[in-house]
């Protein structure tokens, strides 16, 4: 069995037979045609996409900047996807006094938000939810973001080697307090680009392809290719 995740703990203490797995959408000709290598930023735009739930943090990105403006006068944020909490979300930006500067996008296409995140300087996600592997963090990593994000699953991994800024809690602060982390030192600000790009290059859908085959193999002993094209749901033809 397998588990969608990654962190350095084993998905179960009862069963070792059970390991981890990471998720993707991305294809190889995707992460070339995404990666974008970043420089210094002019601006402070930031972009958070998910499901518009209290857990994934969008709250405390919009309470952070008012605190981030005093920084970066031209901070904005981009507010990407559905959910419960987005009437909740407007509400919050207008008592703030932010909501000329917090643009909801509501659900787009795929396509609108990789153009999306080609156009902003860092990914805030300072999630407080279980998440297993987050697509849209190794989406944004493809595309050259660097990320600013809370210490929870595989998020540790995927940031650890300097392509983001790690906070401690999900509190308006430490959002603050990460961005401008990220965004104060322009040769740390394209190192951290350049190594989100390094991560995303290693969660390509044909690595995902290779690693259920190998994990296959193990259990099974060789395989055809069509019987491991079949196994790993068909989604690519390449063994």
């Not at 909740?88 to 000329?100: I, K, N, Q, W």
């Not at 969660?203 to 019987?227: C, D, F, K, N, V």
Request: hydrophobic share 40%; aromatic share 6%; glycine share 8%.
């Amino acid at each position: 069995m397998l588990a969608t995740g990654g962190r350095t703990q084993p998905p179960s203490d009862r069963n070792a037979a059970l390991q981890w797995v990471f998720s993707t959408s991305l294809t190889e000709e995707d992460l070339q045609r995404c990666a974008s290598p970043r420089a210094a930023p002019a601006s402070a735009r930031l972009i958070i996409a998910c499901r518009q739930d209290p857990e994934k943090g969008t709250g405390s990105v919009i309470r952070s900047l008012p605190r981030i403006i005093q920084r970066f006068a031209g901070a904005t944020v981009d507010v990407v996807g559905d959910g419960s909490a987005l009437c909740d979300f407007r509400s919050l930006a207008r008592e703030l006094g932010v909501a000329d500067r917090v643009i909801f996008h509501g659900k787009v296409a795929h396509d609108e938000v990789i153009r999306l995140f080609g156009a902003a300087d860092v990914f805030c996600y300072p999630t407080a939810a279980s998440e297993g592997f987050p697509k849209v963090v190794l989406e944004a990593l493809a595309c050259g973001l660097p990320v600013v994000t809370t210490r929870v699953s595989v998020l540790p991994e995927l940031i650890g080697s300097g392509a983001g800024v790690l906070i401690n809690a999900d509190d308006p602060e430490s959002v603050a307090a990460g961005v401008e982390q990220c965004l104060s030192d322009p040769i740390e600000y394209a190192r951290k680009s350049q190594r989100a790009l390094d991560t995303a290059s290693r969660y390509s859908l044909e690595r995902w392809t290779a690693a259920i085959g190998q994990r296959l193999e193990e259990a099974w002993g060789p395989l055809q290719r069509e019987t491991l094209h079949a196994a790993a749901g068909g989604s690519v033809a390449r063994a």
